[in-house]
């Protein structure tokens, strides 16, 4: 099972970007599937997650701004970001669990830059 993420890019301070990332396999299999945020220098944060009933959650500084969303006809994952800040600037990744099976996916990461 692979997951892919797309959508990077350069943009400027209060733009946006869609990053989407699709997945191998049914996402729906997935009890919960995210977007974490590595900025420069950094640790490893959550973004926004959707678990399989469509709740959703988000870190308090892209609520409002950020939206993550579910397709699983296209076994996608999407996060529409708007009002893009020079703090959003980071690598990010896609990320998919399965609990009852131990399974804790990641794509490969796309780069986010914001400039000023």
């Known amino acids: 099972v692979q997951l892919q993420a797309s959508g990077g890019g350069l943009v400027q301070v209060g733009g946006s970007l869609r990053l989407s990332c699709i997945a191998s396999?049914?996402?729906?299999?997935?009890?919960?599937v995210a977007w974490y945020r590595q900025p420069p220098g950094k640790q490893r944060e959550l973004v926004a997650s959707i678990n399989s009933g469509g709740l959703t959650n988000y870190i308090d500084s892209v609520k409002g701004r950020f939206t993550i969303s579910k397709d699983n006809a296209k076994n996608t994952v999407d996060l529409q970001m708007d009002s893009l800040k020079p703090e959003d600037t980071a690598v990010y990744y896609c990320?998919?669990?399965?609990?009852?099976?131990?399974?804790?996916?990641w794509g490969r990461g796309t780069q986010v830059t914001v400039s000023s």
């Open positions: 990320n998919a669990k399965r609990y009852s099976f131990g399974v804790d996916l």
């Open positions: 396999e049914l996402i729906s299999r997935f009890d919960n």
